[in-house]
T-cell receptor, first 114, second 113 residues
Framework: DGGITQSPKYLFRKEGQNVTLSCEQN?????MYWYRQDPGQGLRLIYYSQIVNDFQKGDIAEGYSVSREKKESFPLTVTSAQKNPTAFYLCASSPTNTLNQPQHFGDGTRLSIL | DQQVKQNSPSLSVQEGRISILNCDYTNSMFDYFLWYKKYPAEGPTFLIS?????DKNEDGRFTVFLNKSAKHLSLHIVPSQPGDSAVYFC????????????FGAGTRLFVKA
């Protein structure tokens, strides 16, 4: 059954630590995205990748880093430079980054600071 | 600056009646609009979309209306069912060299049996 898998579902981080959120898809999609959701706000784009070995910053990329070494994987690292990392993180993919292709989402990872 | 606004955080509707979820946007350059539905502990799923060159798109119980002059989008669900209870996100796509999707904050719909 094709889909997007995010792991873990819940993640705790100590101050000053980097942490990596996993996102894997078996939909054979070229484009992948990372969003952050805070209470009362819409999803905000952190990074996106239109193809393997390529990625672009979204609206709130500071304090985050990504890699796209394989088509099916797009991990997000939350670095210690991210001052307010507690949030719900959603990964998504689409066949390509074009106008009329909806995104498919994983079930999210909730990150909390200890 | 929120370019896509859903001003009603929640909406409660009786089963069998119409649910109307509203969305306003500020950027006239948006090319495409979508609605996503999200259940608790799950990611959003695509529901219905509309191109900026159209004013209506219908899919079963779901209809999306676009009023470009008012920069207003609405989702109608008729008849509403208890399984429709979820958070609904309005989204708009902008061509910035790549295509960027901008989401509203969501409206939580409660359909009472």
């Amino acid at each position: 059954d094709g889909g997007i898998t995010q792991s873990p579902k819940y993640l705790f981080r100590k101050e000053g630590q980097n942490v990596t959120l996993s996102c894997e898809q078996n939909l054979n999609h070229d484009a992948m995205y990372w969003y952050r959701q805070d209470p009362g706000q819409g999803l905000r784009l952190i990074y996106y990748s239109q193809i393997v070995n390529d990625f672009q910053k979204g609206d709130i990329a500071e304090g985050y880093s990504v890699s796209r070494e394989k088509k099916e994987s797009f991990p997000l690292t939350v670095t210690s430079a991210q001052k307010n990392p507690t949030a719900f993180y959603l990964c998504a993919s689409s066949p390509t980054n074009t106008l009329n292709q909806p995104q498919h989402f994983g079930d999210g990872t909730r990150l909390s600071i200890l | 600056d929120q370019q896509v606004k859903q001003n009603s955080p929640s909406l409660s509707v009786q089963e069998g009646r119409i649910s109307i979820l509203n969305c306003d946007y500020t950027n006239s350059m948006f090319d495409y609009f979508l609605w996503y539905k999200k259940y608790p502990a799950e990611g959003p799923t695509f529901l219905i979309s509309i191109s900026s060159i159209k004013d209506k798109n219908e899919d079963g119980r779901f209809t999306v209306f676009l009023n470009k002059s008012a920069k207003h989008l609405s989702l109608h669900i008729v008849p509403s069912q208890p399984g429709d209870s979820a958070v609904y996100f309005c989204a708009a796509i902008l061509n910035t060299g790549g295509f960027k999707t901008i989401f509203g904050a969501g409206t939580r719909l409660f359909v009472k049996a």
